[in-house]
């Protein structure tokens, strides 16, 4: 086993840090191969870091203990991928691309500001036939079916939206089939029906909220100018009072600025107890090579949205003073899981706590093309809703169905040849191909941005995991294959032993945390 490869080791504390609950001279040990967690004191820590062949015979005995007894060392994540299907890990969604309408202009915007460079009407009712032959030609037997309403700004063509629940209610009366609906919304409309529409088919609602008044008003302002935060507020309130909790609430968070900091931004949000979950995403955005100035106010402008070479794409969680802000949001973090707070976490995050506690494994980054397409007003079909400007990655039409191959889209992890030798693979699924588009004009060519970042929240979450108690790691984390976190990653569970199982082994000096 090789560090960095099969597993990772993770100090929990940084020189001068205070004394934590198994000490300041500990480390957390990650496994990759079925994402056992271990802990060990930072000695021999350092000494598994150098190599399996570098620690002491004591330890090296308890290190043969735990791959005999607690399978640290095995291929289980692997057979699981080699073994998966396409339709495994994750419901089967339709993203619906409702309309070219937004009233907003925010500040980074993949969308330019909702038509994505080729979207001029809004979807007629004609598509919903097709969406649902779509949905019946695709999904596997008694698969989930999760409806994603984009746009766009999607309440501005409620009118389908209504049309489509309706649809999907007879569909469920007459085969079974459960469908989930989520739509993303700045909230800043809230037509006639829409309330009663959440409420009756418990929609997940997706606001685009970047934090308190200040932040929100400079990056998502309306198109007119003015602030859009007290408008959605008074919505939120709306809909949390007509709704109750028939109807979850996610803060979709966009990181962009220094001032107000990451965690002061969370904390503007959490303080309203309006929220079930929170999204945060780093802003990533255009910059001259040599520099990390911006060079222009959105990322809708056609000519930066391809790769050039004077123009490269930089992530804002890695920028100086930044990943010091993240760090200390991760280290505050489980402070939020309070009794008198509706919080119940941050997706992304928990997603790979649950992979860590329960053993689960990333098949690829995201579900685009496997079990997830955009359809969008125009009648075609993307694998990717961030995509969709970009002809040349349609992979169908509405009418006609899926009519091109994209294999480039099915791979899983370990096909890739980059991604299959590192530490992370199977929390993190190989990176985001669009992402991987705009920074190197391939699919499937790493952007070295993205990379670091996911490598960077991969570690600082198992770092949080083994500081963290034990009624934290014990959570119920039960929703996540609905609530579209990290766009449907498809996450398949591990059949490894309950640790709870082996708490009567001795591992000393390792201890056995999940």
Request: net charge neutral; charged share 25%; proline share 6%.
């Amino acid at each position: 086993m090789r560090h960095g490869t099969d597993y990772r080791v993770v100090p929990l504390h940084a020189p001068g840090d205070g004394d934590g609950e198994d000490g300041p001279e500990t480390a957390a040990v990650l496994i990759t191969g079925d994402h056992r967690l271990l802990l060990a004191p930072a000695a021999t820590a350092r000494r598994l870091e150098a190599g399996v062949a570098h620690l002491l015979p004591a330890e090296r005995l308890a290190w043969d203990r735990l791959r005999a007894t607690a399978g640290v060392g095995d291929d289980t994540h692997r057979a699981l991928l080699a073994g998966s299907a396409l339709s495994d890990g994750a419901d089967f969604a339709v993203n619906v691309n409702l309309t070219n309408v937004c009233n907003l202009a925010c500040a980074y915007c993949f969308a330019e500001g909702g038509d994505y460079g080729r979207i001029t009407e809004a979807m007629g009712e004609h598509s919903i036939a097709w969406i649902f032959d779509f949905i019946e030609t695709h999904a596997a037997p008694a698969q989930r079916v999760r409806f994603e309403f984009f746009g766009g700004e999607p309440l501005a063509n409620l009118g389908v939206i209504q049309k489509i629940c309706a649809r999907a209610d007879e569909v469920a009366e007459r085969t079974g089939t459960i469908f989930v609906h989520r739509v993303s919304t700045n909230l800043t409309l809230l037509p006639p029906g829409t309330l009663p529409l959440f409420r009756d088919h418990r929609f997940i609602v997706s606001v685009s909220i970047d934090g308190g008044r200040r932040v929100q008003d400079a990056n998502r302002p309306s198109k007119n100018g003015k602030g859009s935060y007290d408008r959605i507020v008074r919505n939120l309130r709306r809909v949390r009072e007509e709704c109750g909790d028939a109807v979850t609430l996610v803060a979709r968070m966009t990181i962009a600025s220094a001032e107000p900091t990451l965690k002061e931004s969370v904390l503007a949000l959490w303080r309203l107890d309006l929220f079930d979950h929170f999204q945060i995403y780093p802003g990533v955005y255009p910059v001259r090579a040599g520099t990390t100035v911006p060079v222009a106010l959105t990322l809708g402008d056609r000519t930066l949205s391809e790769p050039r070479g004077d123009i490269r794409y930089i992530n804002h969680f890695l920028q100086p003073g930044i990943v010091e802000q993240f760090k200390d949001f991760l280290d505050h973090y489980p402070k939020l899981f309070e009794p008198g707070n509706r919080f119940k976490g941050v997706l992304e995050y928990e997603r790979t706590v649950q992979m860590i506690t329960e053993g689960a494994a990333a098949l690829a980054f995201c579900s685009g093309g496997r079990t997830y397409y955009t359809h969008s007003p125009d009648g075609s079909i993307s694998p990717c809703h961030r995509l969709v400007g970009d002809e040349s990655f349609d992979v169908g039409t509405g009418e006609r169905g899926i009519t091109r191959a994209h294999p480039e889209w099915r791979r899983t992890v370990d096909q890739h040849p980059v991604c299959g030798g590192c530490w992370a693979r199977y929390l993190c699924g190989g990176g985001c191909r669009q992402e991987n588009h705009v920074a190197t004009g391939d699919l499937n060519v790493l952007n070295e941005e993205s990379c670091r970042y996911q490598l960077m929240l991969a570690e600082e979450v198992v770092r949080m995991v083994g500081r963290s108690t034990p009624a934290y790691r014990s959570r119920s984390r039960t929703r996540y294959d609905d609530l579209f976190v990290s766009c449907g990653r498809p996450v398949l569970p591990s059949p490894r032993p309950a640790a709870d199982t082996l708490r009567d082994h001795d591992y000393a000096p390792f201890r056995l945390l999940c």
